[in-house]
């Protein structure tokens, strides 16, 4: 059984520029959440998708936004990056996101310059 | 004060020692526990949840939770130097604000010396 895939696994931007992030859950998991992770913050909520909706969102600014398609797969953004921004971006992905129980992706390693 | 608190680290323990990571929360309504570890350049990944007061066991794992004194614990028994890794303390609060959401402690550092 495929576990989380996350792509790309690295990236270098500089600050302005906005990115996206891409994870495909495990088959038949339906609840995609995000993580920032970074070392003095450690590892925070960015928000969770169900059957293509949003249904809880941490406390980050708007810059960060997300979406999940009809597959389960969903992608995080990042608009107008700042240095602050560098992070791995954890994607974790369970079956209906109403346990604790997560499946985290290898993450991407977004380096803003 | 942090919503999930672990005990500062690193923690060194020798071959076959036991080792005792603590973590304390302050949102009283939360509902269920887990540990995640994360090995240097990982993900992490689960290795144990507690849902109920008292104590689980799997395998040289032991996760202890105490509601009243917000406490939960993992103990690792005849530790070995596979488990060397940062281990996660993380609290899911209750209801469908808790959707995905895992509040993660800082993480404690272990380290299993041979």
């Known amino acids: ?14 600050r302005g520029q906005q990115v996206t992030l ?45 979406r999940q398609f009809s597959n389960s797969r969903s992608e995080m953004n990042v608009s107008t990056l ?5 992070a791995l971006y954890l994607c974790a992905s369970s079956l209906d996101g109403d346990t604790g129980e997560l499946f985290f992706g290898e993450g991407s390693r977004l380096t803003v310059l | 004060q ?53 104590d689980k066991e799997d395998g040289r ?4 939770l105490n509601k009243a004194s917000q406490y939960v614990s993992l103990l690792i028994r005849d530790s070995q130097p596979s488990d060397s890794a940062t281990y996660l303390c993380a609290v899911r609060g209750a209801g469908g604000t808790s959707y995905g959401k895992l509040t993660f402690g800082q993480g404690t550092i272990l380290t299993v010396h041979p």
């Open chain 2, 61 to 64: 794992f032991t996760a202890q």
């Open chain 1, 22 to 66: 891409s994870c495909s859950p495990i088959s038949g998991h339906r609840s995609v959440s995000w993580y920032q992770q970074t070392p003095g913050q450690g590892l925070q909520f960015l928000f969770e998708y169900f059957s293509e909706t949003q249904r809880n969102k941490g406390n980050f600014p708007g810059r960060f936004s997300g």
């Open chain 2, 2 to 54: 942090k919503e999930v608190e672990q005990n500062s680290g690193p923690l060194s323990v020798p071959e076959g020692a036991i080792a005792s990571l603590n973590c304390t929360y302050s949102d009283r309504g939360s509902q269920s526990f887990f540990w995640y570890r994360q090995y240097s350049g990982k993900s992490p990944e689960l290795i144990m949840s507690i849902y109920s007061n008292g």
């Open chain 1, 1 to 14: 059984k495929a576990g989380v895939t996350q792509t790309p696994r690295y990236l270098i931007k500089t």
């Open chain 1, 82 to 86: 700042e240095l602050g921004d560098s």
